[in-house]
Nanobody, 123 residues
Framework: QVLLVESGGGLVQAGSSMRLSCVVSGGTASRFAMAWFRQALGKGREFVASAHWTGSPTDYADSVQGRFAISKDNAKNMVHLQMDSLKPEDTAVYFC????????????????WGRGTQVTVSS
């Protein structure tokens, strides 16, 4: 069984940086396309970033382009999301997702999900 566990969330001020991590167990991260999604209170889950199983290419939502960076560490079976210049509107629960077949912006593409980690950005 493939399990994903996120870490690194917390409370920061606007303009700060934060790094989220997701560890993959029961499978090999190098064989998965990986993605990050987020869900703000009262809203639907939205795409943030994704990476091909090789680590490249990567894809980003317009709202985070140039501020966030996704990276895969296949040796450690992990994926990271570096978030810079954080804004209050980035406040959400962030979820890690994995799929053995393809990289996509669509929620339904991904077979495996973590439970999420809360990111709160104060103004």
């Amino acid at each position: 069984q493939v399990l994903l566990v996120e870490s690194g969330g917390g409370l920061v001020q606007a303009g700060s940086s934060m790094r989220l991590s997701c560890v993959v167990s029961g499978g090999t991260a190098s064989r998965f396309a990986m993605a990050w999604f987020r869900q703000a209170l009262g809203k639907g889950r939205e795409f943030v970033a994704s990476a091909h199983w090789t680590g490249s290419p990567t894809d980003y939502a317009d709202s985070v382009q140039g501020r966030f960076a996704i990276s895969k560490d296949n040796a450690k079976n992990m994926v990271h999301l570096q978030m810079d210049s954080l804004k209050p509107e980035d406040t959400a629960v962030y979820f890690c997702a994995a799929d053995p077949v393809r990289q996509s912006r669509a929620l339904e593409t991904y077979d495996y999900w973590g439970r999420g980690t809360q990111v709160t950005v104060s103004s």
